[in-house]
């Protein structure tokens, strides 16, 4: 992925701590994204769904990981629930799925006794 990556956080109080680091932010956007920290109750957590080309230039492979368990829970969800889809496509300026081309997206996780009950988009981009 280009446009928001997982690293390990070098220094600060979250040292260590796993981030989605925002390579480019705009206007706006954070540029670290960060679960709740270490030794706490986690609430929140981040994820990144990207559509990107495939080995063979007439496919393509989706990436859907977090930066916890409840992240990649969160980000299949997100693929697999039509409402959250179509709210992707709409911001990603496609007119349907299948006019969807390479992008990469944050996806903000709030969980709630263990379990993920709410998601949005955190920051997106298309990839040219």
Request: glycine share 8%.
């Amino acid at each position: 992925m280009r446009e928001f990556v997982f690293q390990r956080m070098a220094s600060g109080p979250r040292k260590g701590d796993l981030a989605i680091v925002n390579v480019h932010p705009q206007r706006g956007e954070q540029e670290a994204f960060l679960a709740s920290p270490s030794r706490t109750p986690i609430t929140e957590d981040y994820a990144v769904v990207a559509l990107m080309p495939g080995l063979n230039p007439a496919r393509s492979l989706i990436v859907l990981a977090g930066t916890t368990t409840f992240g990649a829970q969160a980000a299949v969800e997100l693929v697999c629930r039509r409402t959250s889809v179509e709210s992707l496509i709409k911001q990603l300026g496609a007119s349907s799925p299948g006019d969807l081309k390479p992008f990469e997206a944050v996806v903000r996780v709030k969980i709630a006794l263990g379990v993920p009950v709410g998601m949005e988009l955190a920051a997106v981009r298309n990839r040219s």
